[in-house]
């Protein structure tokens, strides 16, 4: 089964950048979505089609991708950026895959 | 504004069942694609299934195939997801979510606030 692979968590102070990874090895043909899910809460798309920011979401969010890794940068991180983020692409048969997950802790 | 709202979830035994709904507001419910996603206490998410807009097109992922059978109305803004056989496994919020419109990707942009399923004895 298709795999997207993040690391479980990353720490940054605040003011400073922060980048989660994403990466499998269908990313090199097809888009990658990126989810926000603060504690308690629904997720929040953040990126969209790999760099996308859909309205509402501060410049700070952007995205990229290169080969098969794909990399969430969250520039000049504020403590309000503390979250779960989840990445998620399709697996070319109809079906959805989600990432592991990444803690990003701004402290 | 897009609100997609999830009832049905509760307490139910292994091997019992269970129907979640959510019913949509706020956009041509008949035109978008709709995703069951789920995320286990404290773990990841994961996706179910997804319902294309006129209901013949759906996809299963293989840790519920047979059991699960999401459906839709579209006259009720509303999809649905019959779980059957269900297992301590399945214990999870499930999240009902809209699919964007026109995207080279089937991809989830608004989601519910989820219910609450729990499978124990």
């Known amino acids: 089964s298709y795999e997207l692979t993040q690391p479980p968590s990353v720490s940054v102070s605040p003011g400073q950048t922060a980048r989660i990874s994403c990466s499998g090895s269908?990313?090199?043909?097809?888009?990658v979505y990126w989810y926000q899910q603060k504690s308690g809460q629904a997720p929040v798309l953040v990126i969209y089609?790999?760099?996308n920011r859909p309205s509402g979401i501060p410049e700070r969010f952007s995205g990229s991708i290169s080969g098969t890794v794909a990399t969430l940068t969250i520039s000049g991180a504020q403590v309000d950026d503390d979250s779960e983020y989840y990445c998620?692409?399709?697996?070319?048969?109809?079906?959805?895959?989600f990432g592991g997950g990444t803690k990003v802790t701004v402290l | 504004e897009v609100l997609l709202v999830e009832s049905g979830g509760g307490l139910v035994k292994p091997g019992g069942t269970l129907r979640l709904s959510c019913e949509a507001s706020?956009?041509?419910?008949?035109?978008?694609?709709m995703v069951w996603v789920r995320q286990a206490p404290g773990k990841g998410l994961e996706w179910i299934s997804s319902?294309?807009?006129?209901?013949?097109?759906?996809d299963v992922a293989d840790s519920v195939k047979g059991r699960f059978t999401i459906s839709r109305d579209n006259a009720k803004n509303s999809v649905f997801l019959q779980m059957n056989s269900l297992r301590a496994e399945d214990t999870a919020i499930y999240y009902c979510?809209?699919?964007?419109?026109?995207?080279?990707?089937?991809?989830?942009?608004?989601w519910g606030q989820g219910t609450l399923v729990t499978v124990s004895s």
């Open positions: 979510a809209r699919e964007a419109l026109g995207a080279p990707d089937l991809y989830p942009d608004y």
């Open positions: 706020g956009f041509t419910f008949n035109i978008h694609y």
């Open positions: 319902i294309s807009h006129g209901g013949g097109n759906i």
């Open positions: 269908g990313l090199s043909n097809r888009h």
């Open positions: 089609e790999d760099s």
């Open positions: 998620y692409s399709t697996d070319g048969a109809g079906q959805g895959v």
